[in-house]
């Protein structure tokens, strides 16, 4: 995964806040429903092992800064809102494709949710042959098809 990364969330409620967790509390940030939202890695100042800003016997700050990835910042959205669906995407392209589309990539591929591996790699090679664009196929489509099948096989 990249350092910058796009998250989607494709069912609940139309408007979501979420804060943060623990010391990298990033204030209230919105989670709207199919809207691409940007994931950044953050550094955050966090308080010393003392508890205090400064160092036993000094004048001194004591300052340790703290670092979240943007996975780190995804699993804790994850974890605060399990009962929601949430696709993940490398390019803010991929993201607003994806949210255009108003399909899933289970649907994109024609399969179940939990279908296995084998089931989606065989659904992928059936589609990809069927829109591929050397064979008289739709390239937007094609990719939309390949973009599908990285996402669910990872």
């Not at 205090?52 to 016997?57: D, I, P, R, T, V």
């Not at 803010?92 to 289970?106: I, K, N, T, W």
């Amino acid at each position: 995964m990249s350092d910058v990364c796009f998250l989607v969330r494709k069912d609940g409620p139309d408007e979501l806040q979420w804060c943060g967790v623990g010391p990298a509390s990033i204030g209230i940030t919105d989670l709207p429903r199919n809207v691409p939202i940007t994931v950044k890695p953050i550094a955050f100042r966090s308080p010393s092992g003392e508890g205090s800003n400064k160092a036993a016997g000094s004048k001194n700050e004591n300052v340790k800064m703290g670092k979240k990835t943007a996975s780190e910042i995804i699993n804790d959205i994850k974890r605060e809102f399990p009962n929601f669906t949430w696709e993940l995407f490398d390019t803010r392209a991929e993201a607003v494709q994806f949210v255009a589309s108003g399909l899933r990539d289970y649907q994109v591929l024609g399969v179940e949710p939990g279908s296995s591996a084998d089931e989606i790699r065989s659904a992928y090679l059936t589609k990809s042959k069927q829109h591929h664009p050397d064979l008289g196929g739709d390239t937007k489509k094609f990719q939309e098809v390949a973009a599908a099948y990285q996402r669910l096989s990872r």
